[in-house]
């Protein structure tokens, strides 16, 4: 029996794959908070999908925050994040 690792212990919680599927869409795959869940609501999901995972994702360097010029709060894919999504992905096309 495979022990339950990192990894799938954050992908089953519910907003992991959500918040990356999401900031991937992105330019530069960052998004002004406010716009990121306005996206998470379009895609039929709760900003609380979000809060459940942001803790861990920050933990794991998953995702990052930086203020932009007008200092509003951004959130964004780290080259790490970027990683995870791109293999997710190679996994689906092996599937």
């Known amino acids: 029996m495979m022990k339950n690792t990192n990894f799938f212990q954050l992908f089953r919680k519910r907003g992991f794959s959500e918040t990356i599927e999401i900031l991937q869409d992105f330019p530069n795959y960052e998004a002004i908070q406010s716009k990121f869940f306005e996206k998470l609501v379009e895609s039929n999901s709760y900003p609380n999908t979000f809060f459940r995972v942001k803790g861990s994702l920050l933990k794991h360097n998953i995702i ?26 190679e996994i689906e096309k092996i599937l």
């Open 64 to 89: 990052a925050y930086k203020l932009n010029n007008n200092n509003e709060k951004v959130i964004f894919l780290t080259e790490k994040g970027l990683d995870v999504w791109n293999r997710i992905q």
